[in-house]
């Protein structure tokens, strides 16, 4: 199989690496699954100084960032991906990123991840190079670097090997919409509470149900409107429907 080959283009090449380089994503690397490269448009400026940003036109706060140094740096990140792969630009003013569009890039080739600094990037440039643009969030945050290695990661975990287990990529929170259900470990009593008995029953159809019935019953209680916007099967309405009834009445099942 092909390597999926991301190309980042930034000005702090290490920022995304400290992720990239580490834990799955990194055997990934390592394993030649996953190949990606950086192109600095620091490098690709053409003033002694290195200039990569100037003042907005129009006045305002905060510097912009010039195109050329940006588009010279970005027609060579095209050149180390394969033909199909999309160039995006992170920014707040982006769609939001979600695990669906996770899986969308995951299906392609590669991809071109542009991370900005200052106030954001000329227009021009934007308009010309860049085919989608993504937020990870509403909330700011200092530049595009980590929002690149956000997506790359949420992305290279969905290439098939990356993740040991192909299981574990199919149950990932969010994959079917619902939160994960809650994990305990060893000591059974940690000197404070005790771990769900059903864990331990050996009843593996009941710690299924029961796992299921905590999924759906924190997405209700922490996703308003998650749940609003599926179908959900008759086991999985009365599993959901035992949650809501549970968590209105006390131990003497009497309303609270
Ligand atoms: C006052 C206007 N601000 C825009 C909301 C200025 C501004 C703040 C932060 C401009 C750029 C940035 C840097 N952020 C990103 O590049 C970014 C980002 C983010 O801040 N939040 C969520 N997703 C992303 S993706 C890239």
């Not at 283009?9 to 950086?38: K, M, N, Q, W």
């Not at 600095?40 to 053409?46: I, L, Q, V």
């Not at 860049?130 to 509403?138: A, H, K, N, T, W």
């Given at each position: 199989?092909?390597?999926?080959?991301a190309a980042?283009?930034g000005?702090?090449p290490?920022l995304?690496?400290?992720?990239?380089?580490?834990?799955?994503i990194?055997?990934?690397v390592?394993?030649?699954?996953?190949a990606?490269?950086?192109?600095?448009?620091r490098?690709y400026?053409?003033?002694?100084r290195?200039?990569?940003?100037d003042?907005p036109?129009?006045?305002?706060?905060?510097?912009?960032?010039m195109?050329?140094p940006l588009?010279l740096a970005?027609?060579?990140?095209?050149q180390?991906?394969?033909?199909?792969?999309?160039v995006?630009l992170?920014?707040?003013q982006g769609r939001r990123?979600?695990?669906r569009?996770?899986?969308e890039l995951?299906?392609?080739?590669g991809?071109?991840l542009?991370a900005?600094r200052?106030e954001?990037?000329?227009?021009r440039f934007?308009?010309?190079e860049?085919?989608?643009e993504?937020?990870?969030?509403?909330?700011?945050?200092?530049?595009g670097e980590?929002?690149?290695a956000?997506?790359?990661?949420a992305v290279?975990?969905?290439?098939?090997?990356?993740?040991g287990n192909p299981?574990?990529?199919a149950?990932?929170?969010?994959?079917?919409g619902?939160l994960?259900y809650?994990?305990y470990t060893r000591p059974?009593?940690?000197?404070?509470?005790?771990?769900?008995?059903?864990?331990?029953?050996?009843?593996?159809?009941?710690v299924?149900?029961?796992?299921?019935?905590e999924?759906?019953?924190?997405t209700w209680?922490?996703?308003?409107g998650?749940?609003?916007d599926r179908?959900l099967?008759?086991?999985?309405?009365?599993l959901?429907?035992?949650?809501?009834?549970?968590s209105?009445?006390?131990d003497n099942g009497?309303?609270r």
């Amino acid at each position: 199989m092909d390597a999926y080959r991301a190309a980042l283009v930034g000005l702090f090449p290490e920022l995304a690496s400290t992720f990239l380089d580490v834990g799955v994503i990194g055997r990934a690397v390592r394993e030649g699954r996953l190949a990606y490269s950086h192109f600095n448009p620091r490098d690709y400026a053409t003033d002694v100084r290195k200039t990569v940003d100037d003042r907005p036109f129009g006045g305002g706060p905060g510097m912009v960032m010039m195109v050329e140094p940006l588009r010279l740096a970005t027609r060579d990140a095209r050149q180390a991906v394969p033909q199909g792969s999309p160039v995006i630009l992170l920014s707040p003013q982006g769609r939001r990123f979600d695990q669906r569009a996770a899986a969308e890039l995951a299906g392609l080739p590669g991809l071109v991840l542009i991370a900005a600094r200052y106030e954001g990037v000329d227009e021009r440039f934007t308009a010309r190079e860049v085919d989608d643009e993504l937020s990870i969030g509403d909330y700011v945050i200092s530049g595009g670097e980590l929002a690149a290695a956000v997506v790359l990661d949420a992305v290279a975990r969905l290439i098939p090997g990356v993740l040991g287990n192909p299981e574990s990529a199919a149950s990932e929170s969010h994959v079917d919409g619902l939160l994960d259900y809650p994990h305990y470990t060893r000591p059974e009593f940690d000197g404070e509470d005790q771990a769900p008995p059903v864990l331990l029953s050996g009843d593996h159809a009941a710690v299924a149900a029961w796992r299921r019935r905590e999924a759906l019953g924190r997405t209700w209680r922490r996703r308003a409107g998650a749940l609003l916007d599926r179908e959900l099967s008759p086991a999985d309405r009365e599993l959901l429907a035992s949650y809501i009834n549970e968590s209105a009445t006390n131990d003497n099942g009497t309303p609270r």
